[in-house]
């Protein structure tokens, strides 16, 4: 008798065993999924750390700091009352000039930028100072609405050279 019930118990421990270990491993394939589409979404843009100066006052540079935070960038906004200076001490001349001014790994972004267009400039890491998109057009990141404008996003250099690194 005292058998039976010893063998009764060793069957419920490796059912609750079982059960257990079944549970467990489902649980491990649930949180390794979560792991690696969070570390999917960050390794789009490479968790590319990306600083933004902007005027305390203007919402559409919010705007765009979440469009980049959506597209994996970690984004540290910078409050400041000018950036007139800061444009045109790493070579922003007026004609690219918009409402935000931006830096990631040695490139200058100014404007509404796409965050795809940012993550083709980390990729191919061309020798130009930075890309622009000048003015604020409708439809850009941060200036979406009912109208949708084309664009162009500019490549510059540190002596006012431009030209077209991508059309939107």
């Keep these: 008798m005292l058998a039976t019930v010893h063998l009764m118990q060793e069957e ?21 999924a979560i792991t690696t589409a969070s570390w999917a979404v960050t390794q789009e843009a490479g968790g590319a750390a990306i600083t933004v100066y902007a005027t305390p006052t203007c919402g559409c540079c919010t705007k765009w ?16 009352s000018d950036l007139t200076q800061l444009k045109v001490s790493h070579g922003i001349g007026s ?32 020798e130009v100072a930075g890309i622009a998109v000048p003015g604020m057009p409708q439809g ?24 077209v690194y991508a059309r939107r």
Excluded: Q
Excluded at 14 to 30: C, N, P
Excluded at 140 to 163: I, N, Q, W
């Design 65 to 80: 700091g979440d469009h980049l935070r959506a597209n994996g960038f970690d984004v540290t906004m910078e409050l400041v």
């Design 12 to 32: 419920m421990l490796m059912r609750d065993y079982k059960h257990w270990t079944k549970l467990a491993a489902g649980s491990a394939v649930v949180v390794l």
């Design 95 to 126: 004609e690219l000039t918009s409402c935000h001014t931006a830096f990631v790994e040695g490139y200058v972004v100014e404007g509404h930028v796409p965050a795809e267009v940012i993550e083709r400039l980390l990729e191919e890491r061309p």
């Design 140 to 163: 850009s990141p941060g200036m979406e609405g009912d109208r949708h404008e084309a664009y162009e996003v500019l490549a510059f250099d540190r002596e006012g050279t431009t030209t």
